[in-house]
Every structure is written in C-alpha cells, then in structure tokens.
C-alpha cells in the first residue's frame, strides 16, 4: 500500500485522483494527522494492537500537519526498525530552504513541492510510479 | 640657611637642570608610572638622597599607596599602603596642604612612621603634597626620604614646592586624557550595545516577516491547488455534462487560479526586494542584462519580432540578484507593451552621469501617458485590463524597490504611441570613492567609455 499523509482533503482526493488517472491499482491510504501518522509508526495507540499491520512500500508525506509535524512522523518512521528503510517522499507545497534542509536531516529521501498545475501533477504522480514503485529496490520487498 | 651638619642642600643649578629634564619628561610622556618613577629618581638626585617615592590617595580618602618609587626593597611600591591619620606626618601634610618636614624622625614626637621607613634605615622625611587638578582633591604626596637625619633648606622646600606642583600638572594631564579615553570607550560600549540590540531586534522582525510570508504563500497556495484542481477534473471528465457555458466558467476557475498564482508568486518577491540585506559592490550590468533579455524573451506571450540590443555597460555599484529581478521585469515590460503591429526594437544601454550610472531600458512600444508615470510604480497599479495585458500589477513596484535597496532611483519617460524609456539610476562608484569622485557635469554615454 502507499500511505498518504495529508491533513488537506482537497489534495488529498486530487492526489488520489491523480493517482487513478495514472492507473496505479496500489491501495492508497490517507491518514490525516500528524499525530495518527505517529501513532502508526511507533506502533502505539490505535495501532499498539496491530502487530501484523503492513508496511508501506511507499509514503507521501505533507510536512505541515494538524497535532504533529511532518518531520516528527519522519522521525517516527525513522526511529522504527521495522520502517526504517521504508522511502519516504515529502509532498508539500514549501520550497524553503530551510524546509528541505530540516526534511532531508529527519531523513526524507525525496522532496517534492505540489505543483499548482493539474498537468504537472499527473506528471509527477507518474513519476513517482515509475520511479518508487517499479524502479527502486528497497529492504525487505 | 643650612645647616653643614646636616649635610648639602640642593645646588640652584643642579635643581635648574633636574627641573629641566623632569618638565621635558612630563610633557612627553602619556606613561603615569614612568612620570612618577622619574619624578622620585630625579628629586633623589637633585636632593642627594637614593630614596623617594610617591604615595597616591585612594577614592577611600585617607589611604595612601606607594604608587612608584626608586631605593625600595621588593614588595612596598604598588603594595604597601599608609592611612593618612592625624598622627601621620602624611595626614598631616595633606591637611595643611603645606610641605611637612620630619628632620630626625628618631626625635620626632608628633607622628609615628610606618615599620618599612625604619626597616630601610630612614631617618628623615620630606613630605610634598601633589595638588589635584581644578575641582579635584590632591593627587598624594611625594616623598623625599633620607637615611641620615637632614635639615631640610628653605631653598629645598621651595624647589620641592615647584617640582611637586610640576608633577601635579603632569598628573592632572594624564588624569584628565585618561577620563577623555573612559568616556569615549564607555560611549562606544553604549552605542554598540545599542546597535547590536537594534540589529538582533531588526533581525528578529525580518525572521517573523519571512515566517510570515512564507505560511501566506503556504496557506493562500493550498485553496488554489483545490479550484484549479477540480476545475481541471471538470473539464477532463465532465464535459459533456457542463455543456459550453459550463465548461467556460471552469477555464474562467482556473485562469482565475493561475492569476491568483503569479500575485503570490509576485508578492513574495516584491517583499524579498524589500526586506533582503543586500551587500553592494561595483559589477558588470552587461552580461545580467544579456541574461533578463533571454528570460523576457522566454516568457513573452508574442516574442514574434522583438529585438532586443544590449550595449556594454560601465559598471555599477548594485547587487547583482536584485539588479536582475529589475531588469528582468523592465524588459519583460518592454517585451509585453509592444506595438503588435509592427516589429519591436528594445535597446539596453548605460549613461554615466558624474559619480552616478543610468540603465536605460528603451522601446518602441505602446507607450505611457505622462499623468501616469507615478502611478504605475505603485504596486497593484494597472493601465490596462487583464484581457489586453495579463499581469500583476506589481512589476514596476519592485523595480522601484530594487533601486531603493541599492541606493539608487527609477524613472520613465514616454509618451503614447511613442515607446517608453524606463530608467535605473546607481552608483557608478561605491560611496566612499564618490566623495572624492568625478565632477558630476562631465557627462559621457556608456557605449564610448566603456571599458
């Protein structure tokens, strides 16, 4: 599965749309919290019982989020053994500087800014395809 | 007046001769303790004694340390102290403020004399009060000590009276130089700390301001991915449900985004030229000039037919990203309002103007009515509709702020039908060679000085 992390619900369905539009039948899943995408990395909370709950083979990850930040569910994901290798994309709509710099540090493997454009959206969602989900070999898959 | 028993007196020509050298020394020198250790070595040898020394009054009042001194054992200049009481002869020569003589202090009843005079074999004491300066108490006092008893002469005392109230001028001089230097050192600490408090508070509001900024562009940014967004999806997959009229207002939704776009876009740089810091320094305008005419060019909705010349420049004292943006934007200007009637010709050239350099940005285009030269460098200022000319309105306003960020200015001059010259005017030299610089009537155009 590909896990979306997007407080937006705009972009959230336009990513998901986008996604259709590309044709990648991998499920996607939109959790839209900071605080719920922690829980899922550290296995705590709702997802403290779910032993057996599926890694993603890829995420999507906004760095502003409601509760808590994306570079804290990067540091989640990180500090987890199991999801230590797992690519993480940052999806935001910030080209700062400083924002990247802080990304790439908590351990990001990509950053990209969400394009205003529907087109390029396409473009890019394609890319990650391809790219992500065909190209790249990752630990465990 | 002497007495031969108690020894010599101090010969007029000799004291003439040791106040000569001590008055050279006390002029020249800016070193308090090299005064006052030649001021005892020489009063010891006009008086014929290998011990002197200068004891200084503390803020307290009434301590006395031995500040300089010549003939003393380790350990008692610059460390011994003597409390100036009423049965010290010290106490009592800065009460009377008059020279206070102590021939035999073996018979002297009235005072009682520290143990480090008696552990040197100190016999007799002269004690001269060196004065302070206008509304200042005394200095201290300088002591003339002998290791046989001594009659002190009249002609002594006066000499000591006059050497001592040189010394006391010396002092004062140095004194008052070293209270300019306190003073100004304090100030320049008051003012840096001034400074340093104004520049981090300066820094912190540009921080907030760029946060700011940033979440604005952030912020406005995500509803617009929406409406392009959906409108987009309307028309790929909803055609025919919208029908013509339909399918119209979703392009009017997403014509609408993308303008909405390129203010922020704009915006943000309009209040990056703003609030940057911007280091000036002298630079070439030519090749930054070279590369806005590729990008105008690149990004003109009809490029069909323009020309655009760029003549060598002198070089001006600007910020070579700032100095780009304006020029970027005056030549995209220049490109956009042209006459769609006929081929354009756009010439960028400088025009040295005393210790101040013009970028000139000329075309042959549309042209601009005198009655709004001002307004259109005012942000969000628009002569014409969105339909003829898409833009935001806020081109020029960063082209004004750009000069305003190098020091410099901008104008136009145009006429309708007639083209538009738009100027940047900057520094030709950096400020501090400007003082000094080139008479500002010999006027020269760039395309024959240059280089």
Same mark, same amino acid.
């Given at each position: 599965?590909?896990?979306?992390?997007?407080?937006?619900?705009?972009?959230?369905?336009?990513?998901?749309?986008?996604?259709?539009?590309?044709?990648?039948? +991998?499920?996607?899943?939109?959790?839209?919290?900071?605080?719920?995408?922690?829980?899922?990395?550290?296995?705590?909370?709702?997802?403290?019982?779910?032993?057996?709950?599926?890694?993603?083979?890829?995420?999507?990850?906004?760095?502003?989020?409601?509760?808590?930040?994306?570079?804290?569910?990067?540091?989640?994901?990180?500090?987890?053994?199991?999801?230590?290798?797992?690519?993480? +994309? +940052?999806?935001?709509?910030?080209?700062?500087?400083?924002?990247?710099?802080?990304?790439?540090?908590?351990?990001?493997?990509?950053?990209?800014?969400?394009?205003?454009?529907?087109?390029?959206?396409?473009?890019?969602?394609?890319?990650?395809?391809?790219?992500?989900?065909?190209?790249?070999?990752?630990?465990?898959? | 007046?002497?007495?031969?028993?108690?020894?010599?007196?101090?010969? &007029?020509?000799?004291?003439?001769?040791?106040?000569?050298?001590?008055?050279?020394?006390?002029?020249?020198?800016?070193?308090?303790?090299?005064? *006052?250790?030649?001021?005892?070595?020489?009063?010891?040898?006009?008086? /014929?004694?290998?011990? =002197?020394?200068?004891?200084?009054?503390?803020?307290?009042?009434?301590?006395?340390?031995?500040?300089?001194?010549?003939?003393?054992?380790?350990?008692?200049?610059?460390?011994? $102290?003597?409390?100036?009481?009423?049965?010290?002869?010290?106490?009592?020569?800065?009460?009377?403020?008059?020279?206070?003589?102590?021939?035999?202090?073996?018979?002297?009843?009235?005072?009682?004399?520290?143990?480090?005079?008696?552990?040197?074999?100190?016999?007799?004491?002269?004690?001269?009060?060196?004065?302070?300066?206008?509304?200042?108490?005394?200095?201290?006092?300088?002591?003339?000590?002998?290791?046989? &008893?001594?009659?002190?002469?009249? =002609?002594?005392?006066?000499?000591?009276?006059?050497?001592?109230?040189?010394?006391?001028?010396?002092?004062?001089? *140095?004194?008052?130089?070293?209270?300019?230097?306190?003073?100004?050192?304090?100030?320049?600490?008051?003012?840096?700390?001034?400074? =340093?408090?104004? $520049?981090?508070?300066?820094?912190?509001?540009?921080?907030?301001?760029?946060?700011?900024?940033?979440?604005?562009?952030?912020?406005?940014?995500?509803?617009?991915? /929406?409406?392009?967004?959906?409108?987009?999806?309307?028309?790929?997959?909803?055609?025919?449900?919208?029908? $013509?009229?339909?399918?119209?207002?979703?392009?009017?939704?997403?014509?609408?985004?993308?303008?909405?776009?390129?203010?922020?876009?704009?915006?943000?740089?309009?209040?990056?030229?703003?609030?940057?810091?911007?280091?000036?320094?002298?630079?070439?305008?030519?090749?930054?000039?070279?590369?806005?005419?590729?990008?105008?060019?690149?990004?003109?909705?009809?490029?069909?037919?323009?020309?655009?010349?760029?003549? &060598?420049?002198?070089?001006?004292?600007?910020?070579?990203?700032?100095?780009?943006?304006?020029?970027?934007?005056?030549?995209?200007?220049?490109?956009?309002?042209?006459?769609?009637?006929? &081929?354009?010709?756009?010439?960028?050239?400088?025009?040295?103007?005393?210790?101040?350099?013009?970028?000139?940005?000329?075309?042959?285009?549309?042209?601009?009515?005198?009655?709004?030269?001002?307004?259109?460098?005012?942000?969000?200022?628009? *002569?014409?509709?969105?339909? =003829?000319?898409?833009? $935001?309105?806020?081109?020029?306003?960063?082209?004004?702020?750009?000069?305003?960020?190098? /020091?410099?200015?901008?104008?136009?001059?145009?006429?309708?039908?007639?083209?538009?010259?738009?100027?940047?005017?900057?520094?030709?030299?950096?400020?501090?060679?400007?003082?000094?610089?080139?008479?500002?009537?010999?006027?020269?155009? /760039?395309?024959?000085?240059?280089?």
């Amino acid at each position: 599965m590909i896990l979306l992390i997007e407080d937006s619900t705009d972009d959230a369905e336009l990513t998901r749309y986008a996604f259709a539009k590309a044709g990648i039948t +991998v499920p996607l899943v939109t959790l839209g919290d900071g605080a719920t995408a922690v829980a899922f990395f550290e296995g705590t909370g709702i997802y403290a019982d779910q032993a057996t709950r599926p890694c993603p083979a890829l995420v999507l990850l906004d760095l502003k989020l409601p509760r808590r930040s994306g570079y804290d569910v990067l540091r989640a994901a990180r500090a987890n053994a199991a999801t230590r290798h797992v690519p993480v +994309v +940052v999806l935001t709509s910030s080209s700062r500087e400083a924002d990247i710099r802080r990304a790439y540090e908590a351990g990001a493997n990509s950053y990209l800014v969400k394009p205003l454009e529907r087109e390029a959206l396409l473009g890019m969602v394609r890319s990650l395809d391809g790219f992500w989900l065909r190209f790249n070999r990752n630990v465990g898959a | 007046m002497s007495d031969p028993a108690f020894g010599s007196h101090v010969r &007029p020509s000799k004291a003439q001769d040791i106040l000569a050298q001590f008055a050279e020394l006390a002029l020249r020198s800016e070193n308090l303790d090299e005064i *006052l250790t030649e001021a005892c070595r020489l009063v010891g040898e006009a008086l /014929g004694t290998d011990l =002197a020394k200068v004891v200084e009054l503390q803020a307290d009042g009434h301590t006395l340390l031995v500040r300089a001194g010549v003939g003393w054992r380790p350990g008692i200049v610059g460390e011994v $102290t003597i409390e100036a009481d009423e049965d010290t002869s010290e106490g009592h020569a800065l009460k009377t403020r008059r020279p206070m003589i102590s021939p035999d202090i073996g018979e002297e009843r009235r005072f009682s004399y520290p143990s480090f005079l008696t552990d040197h074999g100190v016999k007799a004491v002269a004690n001269v009060v060196i004065i302070g300066g206008r509304d200042r108490g005394p200095y201290g006092i300088l002591q003339i000590d002998s290791r046989t &008893p001594r009659q002190f002469t009249e =002609a002594d005392t006066a000499f000591l009276q006059g050497y001592a109230n040189l010394l006391a001028a010396a002092v004062d001089r *140095l004194r008052a130089l070293d209270e300019v230097r306190q003073t100004a050192e304090r100030t320049r600490l008051v003012l840096e700390a001034r400074v =340093a408090e104004r $520049t981090s508070e300066l820094t912190r509001a540009n921080e907030l301001l760029e946060e700011f900024a940033s979440s604005i562009s952030h912020d406005l940014r995500a509803p617009l991915r /929406g409406m392009e967004g959906f409108a987009r999806i309307l028309l790929d997959d909803f055609a025919p449900a919208l029908g $013509t009229t339909g399918l119209h207002y979703a392009q009017r939704i997403v014509a609408a985004a993308k303008r909405m776009e390129n203010l922020i876009t704009d915006l943000l740089s309009y209040s990056r030229v703003q609030r940057t810091a911007v280091r000036l320094r002298m630079l070439d305008p030519t090749p930054l000039a070279h590369e806005a005419a590729e990008e105008a060019l690149a990004a003109a909705v009809d490029p069909e037919g323009v020309d655009i010349i760029v003549k &060598p420049m002198p070089p001006v004292y600007a910020h070579p990203v700032v100095l780009g943006q304006a020029l970027n934007n005056l030549l995209s200007n220049a490109v956009k309002f042209r006459n769609p009637e006929r &081929p354009s010709h756009v010439v960028v050239r400088g025009q040295r103007h005393g210790d101040r350099m013009r970028i000139w940005v000329e075309d042959d285009g549309i042209g601009i009515a005198s009655d709004d030269f001002e307004r259109i460098f005012v942000a969000f200022e628009r *002569l014409h509709g969105e339909e =003829a000319y898409p833009g $935001t309105g806020i081109g020029l306003a960063i082209v004004q702020a750009a000069a305003l960020r190098m /020091g410099g200015t901008c104008g136009v001059d145009s006429s309708v039908g007639h083209g538009a010259r738009f100027y940047l005017e900057l520094g030709a030299q950096p400020p501090e060679a400007a003082v000094s610089g080139a008479n500002p009537n010999d006027e020269q155009d /760039g395309d024959d000085s240059a280089h």
